[in-house]
């Protein structure tokens, strides 16, 4: 199983990126999918999920309105808008799979982009 995460790069604040997750080696149909970041000295945090079966999401309230979540079955890919960029959003996002939609455990991680905000 492998989660490829790509797209990170550095971007003026209230600019925009889109980081995706390229999914492989087991179907994901039934997983949800999830992105957490990690700023320098800080834990990693979520952001945002999806449900890849009915692409239920749910997002992080310092995200909510800003980044958008989304799946393309056709190319087993999860994409993260972000809109709006703030210096804070500056970390290493991670994407994650995890199969039991009644826990938070995450089995399945990516190896991470970097975003890097500048003010």
């Known amino acids: 199983v492998q989660l490829q995460a790509s797209g990170g790069g550095l971007v003026q604040a209230g600019g925009s990126l889109r980081v995706s997750c390229a999914a492989s080696?087991?179907?994901?149909?039934?997983?949800?999918m999830g992105w957490f970041r990690q700023a320098p000295g800080k834990q990693r945090e979520f952001v945002a999920a999806?449900?890849?079966?009915?692409?239920?999401?749910n997002y992080a309230d310092a995200v909510k309105g800003r980044f958008t979540i989304s799946r393309d079955n056709t190319k087993d890919t999860v994409f993260l808008q972000m809109n709006s960029l703030k210096p804070e959003d500056t970390a290493v996002y991670y994407c994650?799979?995890?199969?039991?939609?009644?826990?938070?455990?995450?089995?399945?991680w990516g190896q991470g982009t970097l975003v890097t905000v500048s003010s």
């Open positions: 080696g087991r179907s994901f149909y039934t997983y949800t």
């Open positions: 994650a799979a995890r199969s039991n939609p009644y826990s938070s455990r995450y089995e399945y």
């Open positions: 999806i449900s890849w079966r009915d692409g239920v999401t």
